[in-house]
């Protein structure tokens, strides 16, 4: 039988040691990795993405696949009252349609932790 594959992707962010990112995030990514290993211990093979734009490196574990970077953000799209560089989803989602060939896809946001059983309670 053939190994189900998942392909699970965020966009990474550096912040200030103010936002409930700070924390958050790394928490994120090891719950990630968590769930990566208990997936595969269950025949699920899960590779973990990142869409950033190029000055985010250094936040990216290097347990990630990093996609192409990020080109545009909504400061291209509208002007806005509060500027913020904010990813696009559809230039995120595009950027793992084109890597990966995975037979399901998932975002979610680098403030949203998972559990270990994650990626195993996604296919139930």
Do not use: C, W
Request: charged residues 20%; proline residues 6%.
């Amino acid at each position: 039988m053939q190994m189900l594959k998942l392909a699970h992707i965020v966009n990474p962010v550096i912040v200030t040691d103010s936002s409930d990112l700070f924390v958050a995030q790394p928490i994120t990514f090891a719950t990630m990795k968590t769930a990566q290993n208990y997936a595969q211990s269950q025949g699920i093979e899960v590779k973990l993405y990142s869409a950033q734009f190029p000055e985010y490196y250094a936040i990216i574990p290097p347990f990630f696949i990093r996609t192409p970077d990020l080109d545009r953000s909504t400061l291209d799209i509208k002007n806005f009252k509060i500027k913020r560089k904010l990813p696009l989803i559809g230039d995120i989602l595009d950027r793992l349609y084109k890597l990966s060939e995975a037979d399901y896809f998932i975002y979610i946001n680098v403030d949203i932790a998972v559990l270990p059983n994650f990626y195993s309670l996604l296919l139930n």
